[in-house]
C-alpha cells in the first residue's frame, strides 16, 4: 500500500508541476501554503489544478514534516484513498461541475470523528482499527460538499487533556509548530497543528471545555466553539455530551463561515440538534464585513482571564487587541462583571458523565466496537498511564444525566449563568463579551508546573453559548501565538463571524509558522 501511495504522489507532483499555470501562463504550481477555500475552489473551476495535484501536495507537506523534520507527530493515518478520490472528483469536474461548495478541498479529521474508509480510535489502543462502515455527520456533509479526507489527527486521549496532545495511539506529543519544544493544546492539538502547518485546508475538532478554541489560539488559528445544538455529535465518540461540540479548526475567518454552512444541521442521531432547527443562518458568508466591528459594542469580561498567574505579555498582547478593537470602530466597555458569579461556582454541584456516554455509544456500534465498556476498556490496560487516573474515577461513577443529585445541580448551575450571561450583555447592551483565550503562553511539553491559563472551561461550555477565537498577536519575542475571544447570546454564530472578520481584516495577525516553510 505504501509502495502503491508513493507512486501515486509522484506522479501526482508530476502533474501539479505541468498542469498548473498562473495569468502570464509560465508553469507554476498552485501555492498551497496558507491557501484558502476560495482560492483552492477558484483554481479548480479555473481548471488551472487538478484536485490530484492539490491533495498530492498536501500529502507531501504531511510527509516532510510530520514525522521527520519538525517531528510534529500530529497525523495518525493517511487515507491510502485520498488520491483515488480526487481522482474520481476531477472527472466529476470534467463531466458535470464541482461537486460541492467545499470541491476537492483536503480536510484532516480528528480521530474521535468515525470515517468509513480509515479506523477510528479516539487516540486510544483500548479502540485501535475499529471500522463502524460509517461517517460521522459532519464527515457525511463535508464528503457531499466534495471536501477529501486526508488523514485522521492527533488527539489527547478521549479527548481529556485541554493542555496537551498524548495518546497510546501514536508514540510521542504532538508538538506546537510555532516551537516544536511546546505543547498545542488539547485535545484537537493534532487538527491544530496539522492546520497551522498547512498539511489540510482545516481540520475537525471538538470542544468540550477547551478543545477547538485553545489549540487555535496556540497555533494562531480561527476556531470557532457553535452554539449546542447547531451542529451534530453523531458518529463522535463521546466525552462528555452535556458540553461536547464539534466544529472545525481553520486558518481564515472566511474559512470559518464556509465550513460552518456546510456541517450546521439538524441530524435526528443527535436530539440536542433539534433545538437548531430554524437557527441556521442561510448565509454564513454574507457576515463576513471588513467593516464589522464599526459601532459594535464589546464588553470586557474580567472574570473570564484576570488572575495572579496571567503572564504579563499576555495581558499586553490582549490590551493591543483592545486598542485594535477601539480603532476598527468598536466601542469597547472596560469592565462588565457577570453578577454573582462566585457563589453560582461554589453552589454547582458535579456531574461525570463520561462512563454513561461512553457506555451507549459503544453499545449502539455492537460488535464493530473492540471493546463495548468503559469497565472492558479499564481491563484492557490499553491506554496511556497518564488518563488511568481519570479512566478509574469515571468508572466510579454512577452518575445519569437529568436524574443523580450532582447532574441536576450541574444543570442548575447552568441555567443561572446563562441568564446571568444575558443580563450583563443586555444591561450593557454588548453584541459580545470578549478576553484572551488563554492567559498564559503554550507550555513546554512535559512541564504540568507552570501555569496552564485555559479560559475556555467556563462560560461556552457551560451556558452553551457560541465563541470564536481568532490571532490576537505573539508573546515571547513574536514567537508564540495568543488569541482573542470573542463570546456572545445563543445562535449568533453570524455576529460572532461579523466581528471576528472585522477583527481579522485589521490586523491580519496570523502567520505560519516558520519550521514547516513551502517545499522547493
Request: with cysteine.
Amino acid at each position: 500500500m505504501l509502495t502503491r501511495w508513493l507512486a501515486g504522489l509522484g506522479a501526482a507532483l508530476a502533474v501539479a508541476g505541468a498542469a498548473v499555470v498562473v495569468e502570464t501562463q509560465s508553469p507554476r504550481p498552485f501555492a498551497i501554503d496558507e491557501a484558502t477555500i476560495a482560492q483552492i475552489e477558484t483554481a479548480l473551476r479555473a481548471r488551472t489544478l487538478t484536485c490530484h495535484a492539490l491533495v498530492a501536495q498536501y500529502l507531501a507537506r504531511i510527509d516532510a514534516y510530520d514525522k521527520q523534520h519538525a517531528a510534529l507527530n500530529a497525523i495518525v493515518l493517511v487515507n491510502p484513498d485520498a488520491l483515488r478520490a480526487a481522482d474520481d472528483l476531477d472527472r466529476r469536474l470534467a463531466q458535470s461541475g464541482p461537486a460541492g461548495p467545499l470541491h476537492c478541498v483536503p480536510v484532516l479529521v480528528k480521530d474521535n470523528y468515525e470515517t468509513i474508509d480509515v479506523p477510528t480510535t479516539a487516540g486510544s489502543l483500548a479502540l485501535k482499527d475499529m471500522m463502524t462502515g460509517k461517517d460521522a455527520f459532519v464527515v457525511k456533509r463535508l464528503r457531499e460538499a466534495g471536501a477529501v479526507v486526508i488523514a485522521k489527527t492527533n488527539m489527547a486521549e478521549f479527548a481529556f487533556s485541554p493542555v496537551e496532545t498524548v495518546n497510546s495511539i501514536l508514540p510521542g506529543y504532538t508538538r506546537n509548530p510555532y516551537d516544536t519544544a511546546r505543547v498545542t493544546a488539547g485535545s484537537s492539538g493534532g487538527s491544530a497543528a496539522g492546520t497551522a502547518a498547512n498539511f489540510g485546508a482545516f481540520a475537525t475538532a471538538s470542544d468540550t471545555g477547551d478543545s477547538i478554541r485553545g489549540p487555535a489560539a496556540h497555533q494562531a488559528l480561527v476556531g470557532l466553539r457553535s452554539t449546542m445544538g447547531l451542529i451534530s455529535r453523531g458518529g463522535v465518540v463521546p466525552l462528555s455530551l452535556a458540553a461536547d461540540i464539534t466544529g472545525a479548526l481553520t486558518r481564515t475567518v472566511a474559512d470559518t463561515a464556509a465550513v460552518l454552512q456546510v456541517i450546521a444541521g439538524e441530524d435526528p442521531a443527535d436530539p440536542a440538534t433539534a433545538d437548531g432547527r430554524g437557527h441556521v443562518d442561510a448565509d454564513y458568508a454574507a457576515a463576513l464585513d471588513a467593516g464589522g466591528l464599526r459601532g459594535a459594542r464589546l464588553g470586557v469580561l474580567h472574570q473570564a482571564y484576570d488572575t495572579p498567574t496571567t503572564d504579563a505579555e499576555v495581558l499586553g498582547v490582549f490590551r493591543s487587541a483592545l486598542d485594535e478593537l477601539r480603532h476598527a470602530g468598536a466601542e469597547v466597555i472596560d469592565p462588565v462583571a457577570v453578577d454573582g458569579l462566585d457563589a453560582m461556582r461554589r453552589g454547582g454541584g458535579g456531574c461525570n458523565q463520561f462512563k454513561y456516554d461512553l457506555n451507549r455509544y459503544l453499545a449502539g456500534l455492537g460488535d464493530k466496537a473492540p471493546r463495548h465498556s468503559l469497565d472492558e476498556i479499564i481491563k484492557s490496560r490499553r491506554f496511556h498511564p497518564s488518563i488511568q487516573a481519570r479512566l478509574e474515577s469515571a468508572q466510579a461513577s454512577d452518575d445519569v444525566p437529568g436524574e443523580t443529585p450532582g447532574c441536576k445541580s450541574r444543570d442548575e448551575f447552568r441555567v443561572r449563568l446563562r441568564e446571568a450571561v444575558l443580563k450583563v450583555m443586555d444591561d450593557n447592551r454588548l453584541d459580545a463579551l470578549v478576553y484572551p483565550t488563554w492567559s498564559n503562553p503554550p507550555r513546554l511539553i512535559g512541564d504540568l508546573n507552570t501555569p496552564a491559563g485555559d479560559n475556555n472551561q467556563l462560560f461556552s461550555p457551560s451556558t452553551g453559548f457560541p465563541a470564536i477565537t481568532v490571532p490576537m498577536g505573539y508573546t515571547r519575542a513574536g514567537t508564540l501565538p495568543a488569541g482573542l475571544q470573542f463570546f456572545g447570546r445563543a445562535w449568533s454564530e453570524a455576529t460572532l463571524i461579523r466581528l471576528a472578520y472585522g477583527y481579522e481584516q485589521a490586523t491580519h495577525h496570523r502567520h505560519p509558522p516558520a519550521s514547516t516553510p513551502p517545499l522547493r
